[in-house]
């Protein structure tokens, strides 16, 4: 093992490119092979063990770090915390970084970023956590919210005719 660590989230670059390269393959055969391609170049970059696994659209990265699963039908990490609300949508990205325990997800929703915005910064704050920060720029916005040891991150995006909410959270 190396003697240096990349943290996780400085892994996510080669994690999405090699989700890139998977998302190509058909075959179960190339899948395998890419599969296998990917694990060597995500272990030469973290030092670590790597299993990666292409399932249909979907295709899940696994190392001693986190987790990292994409596609078309990704799950809720069951460990979510209860306390954030999740708004309704497909959830695209989900993300778990076992050394700071932190997670984010993404989900692709037809609502408008200002009716988000407002709605999380009311579901946040019912849920027992402080708003720290909030930016609105017109096809973007941000809400940032703490929480005894927690802080959490809501990132808001239109892109064409969907708009993606980046929920983010990890300890102070």
């Known amino acids: 093992m190396k003697n240096q660590k990349v943290g996780f ?3 996510l670059p ?5 989700v890139l ?3 190509g393959c058909g075959k179960s055969i190339s899948q395998k092979a890419s599969e296998k391609a ?3 170049m995500i272990e030469a970059q973290s030092g670590g063990k790597a299993d990666v696994d292409i399932s249909g ?3 899940k990265v696994e190392t001693e770090q986190g987790k990292m699963e994409t596609g078309e039908n990704v799950k809720m990490p069951p460990d979510f915390p209860k306390d954030i609300y999740v708004i309704d949508g497909t959830i695209k990205v989900a993300i778990s970084d076992q050394a700071s325990g932190g997670q984010t997800i993404s989900i692709e929703t037809n609502k408008t970023v200002s009716e988000i915005s407002s709605t999380y910064q009311e579901k946040l704050k019912s849920d027992g956590w402080k708003i720290t ?3 609105n720029f017109g096809d973007s916005a941000s809400v940032m919210a703490e929480k005894d040891s927690r802080t959490v991150s809501i990132i808001v995006g239109k892109t064409d005719d969907k ?3 980046t929920i983010s959270v990890g300890k102070k």
């Open 9 to 11: 989230y400085f892994l």
């Open 163 to 165: 708009t993606t909410v």
């Open 21 to 23: 390269v998977l998302a």
């Open 38 to 40: 990917a694990e060597k």
């Open 14 to 18: 080669v994690l999405a490119m090699a």
């Open 57 to 59: 659209k979907n295709v």
């Open 133 to 135: 920060g909030t930016m």
